[in-house]
């Protein structure tokens, strides 16, 4: 308990202590030298992944699309440490398009007609039978007749008078996605001890956790954004803060998880994720004058002007401009005293004012 | 295909000109016929066996280096002619004319088969290499014994000697570069090598042979720094003139106006009083030989008014010109060395004034040697309190040995022996890169310095010039060729704690011409605002910097003036009087504000009584 208390004690700051500031430096300082050398981590197969300051960026602008998503999958106890059950899951997972199951294919947009030659191998690899994939493109493509002979299924387009819709159509029925989860393009199996987890490129937390045996509160991902629309906010920013750790981590830049927390709190406090910029944090701010020393200095003024806003100078930037004694640190306080103590204060008989 | 591949194509200057059936013989014939002289020694021609190509180059910008001829398996450069050579009845020239030595260009070295040193040369050999350090340029034949030092460290030398003070020409005082040194006591090094021989580089020294004891003198030399005798600085160790030139010309105006050289009369706008142009002479520039101080006219000029004159119910006869003159900027000095009057080919009137000032070194002046051993002066010792050798000689520098051993520089302490027994045998000692083995010459300099009493490795007893006690142990003592560099604190060094403003935001200025202040920017303001240190923080954003009062209106919030004539304060947009409050702000606030104004956006400030 004494411990634990002392610990709690270190952790607290000061009254007035400009805790962004020094989060920014901390942050700063260590980004800084992350672009002088950044290792790289030997790949684990498919498994690439933006690691360094790209990826700090990346979360940090709040990209809507990260550049490599991955997600973590674990499964139920009985199926983790079979590893046939694993590949079956991982066959239902890859998204399988038709373009790699085929061997090639012949158009003739004249007849408004084409002859997909379906591999036999690739599809016993992922498990999909012909006339599956016959009874997707039906259903899913209303404009078009699919028929087959062997191996061989010719599509034939009902309105072939339109070439380019012909040939649209084509495409696009040659990247269908016949079986797999959405958004999911390469799964690797990989093992920690007995028991077997799948890494796949790609994220798409719904579909995943609907699949049978897969323990759906041992998924990661990292995308902030998917977090974000499936879990809510808070795990969100859950998710934003251990993102950047795992970042200064890889660099073996350790620093103190609260400037993390903090700097992922202030992304997220509003309800949705704001990125650190004039977009996002930096541009939401109270003042216009730490609007406009930041960034668009005319366009804050102007709308300032136009809005009539109010600068009520409670923040660091504007203070400093105008020459004010920061609200921070040794600014914060206050001297104050009731009017009636001041009465205690008055000159004895004798002493001089 | 198949018949045409099988034939050689040829190239000139990079053009297919057509195809030969041997591309080997061709070439080969091409080099017999050039060594013969039928064709020019300045074509180059190569045999690319991959390609089976054959390029032909006679083109300008090729980089050549001479090779001797070696034709079976021997050089064609024989003793007979090396003996002509040596008696100057034939020349290089001659040789290349002859075909002994061939320049070969990057294409045609890649059909050779060179042999370093002549005793190398076997059956296969077809060229022989002039000499091993004909690898390398001027710049690095021009320092000694290369070979022994770290490679990252040469790049690092050469930047070093080209900053290095010197006598770099023999007409200096007829000379008006902007800026230049002159090496007072240049020597030739006790050390030299191929550049120095053939460029006369020694007639040209741009250094001394300082006696450098490798020792450490009470923390002074600590971190690359070196300690310096005094007694040396006073005999004229590293003494140096900068020259520095002021230059100016009397512009033409459209509108027929121009500048006019001559010591400003006072009716001229920016007049500084009789006094500051005494020293300019009737032609309005500085007398020579006079001494000149920070902030002196060296060229008194007034040029016309900036905007052109209104005209005045008396006519235009007021003198509105302006003093435009030259000055000398903060921290300048020295004596007038020579003075130039002429024209620009434009017939413009240009005027350019010398001013010379002697260097001493001083504390933080840069010292290097050849071998990027680099440092500033850390202290100025006087003789009695440097350590000494038991035959008296007190050393002129004393290097830190810290700086030796991860660095590699190797060439250093070979180079402190090898001079040291030149100073014994009086023979210059040969530095040239790849010329000897380096145990021959540990061997060589150690025998000479044996017979003459020396340690073998020139190693000596000291005693402290303090206390007058041996030294522990022994220290490596000999002389170096020292470099006084460019880098001198006198040039640099400044400090402020009041002066000069910017007018426009009236923050401190920036810069040492103009005697400016260090920068204090925003990283520097969060380290304070990190800190909390927010009484400092206004201290240096405001007090110390653009701190300006301005009257308020409490009723619109517009910024007013005091009304000097009436005494009361103001407010231009409500006309109030009794209403204004004195408010300390930043100017460049209160500049914002008038710049905001000018984009019609008034930014009313809303007082409250604290």
Not at chain 1, 186 to 206: D, M, Q, R, W
């Amino acid at each position: 308990m004494i411990v634990m208390a002392k610990r709690s004690n270190s952790g607290k700051v000061q009254y007035g202590e400009p805790v962004g500031v020094v989060t920014a430096q901390s942050l700063g300082e260590r980004s800084t030298q992350m672009v002088l050398r950044t290792f790289h981590q030997a790949g684990v197969s498919s498994e690439v992944i933006s690691a360094g300051l790209p990826r700090l960026i990346e979360i940090v602008d709040a990209r809507k699309r990260a550049k490599h998503a991955l997600m973590t999958i674990r499964f139920d106890k009985g199926i983790a440490k079979d590893y046939e059950r694993v590949k079956e899951i991982k066959q239902k997972l890859e998204e399988v398009s038709i373009n790699t199951l085929i061997n090639g294919f012949d158009e003739n947009l004249k007849n408004g007609t084409m002859l997909l030659h379906f591999d036999k191998d690739a599809m016993s690899a992922h498990s999909i039978t012909l006339r599956k994939v016959m009874e997707i493109l039906s259903s899913r493509f209303p404009d078009i007749e699919v028929s087959n002979e062997g191996n061989e299924v010719t599509i034939r387009y009902k309105k072939r008078k339109d070439v380019r819709g012909v040939r649209t159509a084509f495409v696009h029925v040659r990247d269908e996605i016949v079986s797999g989860v959405e958004g999911i393009q390469k799964a690797v199996i990989n093992s920690e001890g007995e028991t077997f987890y799948i890494a796949v490129s790609g994220s798409n937390l719904k579909g995943v956790m609907d699949i049978e045996g897969v323990r759906p509160e041992n998924i990661y991902t990292n995308d902030i954004f998917e977090v974000l629309s499936v879990f809510g906010i808070e795990a969100a920013r859950n998710a934003i803060a251990n993102e950047i750790a795992y970042v200064f981590d890889i660099e073996k830049a350790s620093m103190n998880f609260k400037h993390i927390a903090l700097l992922a709190d202030t992304m997220t406090y509003s309800g949705t994720i704001k990125s650190v910029g004039r977009h996002g944090v930096a541009g939401d701010k109270e003042s216009v004058f730490a609007r406009a020393a930041y960034e668009e200095t005319i366009k804050h003024f102007v709308n300032a002007g136009f809005f009539s806003e109010t600068d009520r100078l409670r923040g660091v930037a504007e203070n400093i401009i105008i020459g004010r004694q920061i609200t921070v640190g040794t600014g914060k306080v206050k001297l104050m005293i009731k009017n009636e103590e001041l009465e205690r204060f008055k000159p004895e008989d004798g002493e001089k004012e | 295909m198949g018949k045409e591949s099988a034939l050689c194509t040829i190239f000139v200057d990079g053009k297919n000109i057509g195809r030969v059936s041997d591309g080997a013989a061709f070439a080969t014939e091409i080099r017999a016929n050039r060594r013969k002289g039928l064709l020019s020694g300045e074509i180059n021609v190569a045999f690319i066996k991959e390609l089976n190509e054959v390029h032909i180059n006679a083109d300008k910008g090729r980089v050549r280096k001479p090779y001797i001829v070696v034709e079976n398996g021997k050089s064609k450069l024989d003793d007979q002619l090396m003996e002509k050579v040596r008696s100057k009845e034939i020349d290089f020239n001659y040789l290349v004319r002859r075909g002994i030595i061939e320049y070969l260009d990057a294409e045609e070295e890649e059909n050779i088969y060179a042999a370093m040193r002549e005793n190398e040369i076997n059956s296969k050999t077809t060229h022989l290499e002039v000499d091993p350090a004909i690898m390398f340029g001027v710049t690095v034949n021009g320092s000694v014994f290369p070979e022994f030092n770290s490679v990252g460290k040469h790049p690092l030398a050469w930047q070093l000697m080209k900053q290095a003070q010197a006598l770099p020409v023999m007409n200096f005082s007829n000379r008006f570069g902007a800026r230049s040194f002159l090496l007072h006591y240049p020597q030739a090094p006790l050390i030299d090598s191929v550049t120095y021989r053939a460029a006369n580089l020694s007639k040209h020294a741009n250094g001394q042979n300082l006696i450098v004891a490798v020792t450490t003198y009470h923390g002074y030399n600590m971190s690359d720094a070196v300690v310096v005798n005094r007694a040396s600085i006073e005999r004229g160790i590293g003494r140096s003139s900068f020259f520095k030139t002021y230059a100016d010309e009397e512009r033409r105006y459209p509108g027929g106006q121009q500048d006019r050289f001559t010591i400003p009369s006072p009716t001229v706008e920016g007049y500084e009083g009789e006094q500051a142009y005494t020293k300019l002479g009737e032609d309005g520039i500085v007398e020579e030989e006079m001494e000149v101080n920070e902030g002196d006219i060296v060229i008194g000029k007034v040029s016309p008014p900036r905007f052109l004159e209104e005209q005045t119910a008396f006519g235009a006869g007021i003198d509105k010109s302006r003093d435009n003159s030259v000055k000398l900027k903060a921290g300048e000095s020295g004596v007038v060395d020579n003075v130039m009057v002429t024209e620009t080919s434009g017939a413009t009137k240009i005027v350019k004034v010398v001013v010379r000032s002697e260097m001493f070194p001083e504390h933080g002046d840069k010292m290097g040697s050849r071998h990027a051993q680099k440092g500033v002066i850390g202290s100025i010792i006087p003789q009695e309190e440097m350590p000494f050798t038991s035959s008296g000689i007190v050393p002129d520098l004393l290097l830190n040995p810290m700086g030796l051993p991860n660095r590699m520089t190797a060439g250093h302490i070979l180079e402190m022996l090898g001079a040291k027994a030149t100073c014994v045998n009086g023979i210059i000692g040969d530095g040239t890169p790849f010329a000897r083995k380096g145990n021959d010459l540990i061997k060589e300099y150690g025998d000479v310095l044996e017979r003459s009493g020396y340690d073998r490795y020139g190693n000596e007893m000291l005693y402290d010039g303090r206390t007058g006690r041996r030294l522990k142990s022994e220290i490596f003592i000999g002389p170096v060729y020292y470099f006084r560099l460019s880098q001198m604190t006198k040039l640099k060094l400044q400090v402020r704690s009041r002066g000069p403003v910017q007018i426009l935001t009236r923050q401190p200025t920036e810069g040492k011409p103009r005697s400016g202040g260090i920068r204090f920017e925003e990283m520097q303001r969060d380290a304070l605002v990190g800190h909390g240190a927010s009484i400092l923080l206004k201290d240096r954003m405001l007090d110390q910097s653009d701190k300006d009062s301005v009257w308020i209106c409490r009723e619109c919030g517009d910024t007013g003036y005091m009304d000097r004539v009436k005494n009361v304060p103001v407010c231009p947009m409500c006309g109030g009087t009794s209403k204004l409050e004195s408010v300390e702000i930043s100017y460049a606030f209160k500049l914002l504000l008038d710049e905001l104004k000018s984009m019609h956006i008034l930014a009313r400030i809303n007082l409250k009584s604290d």
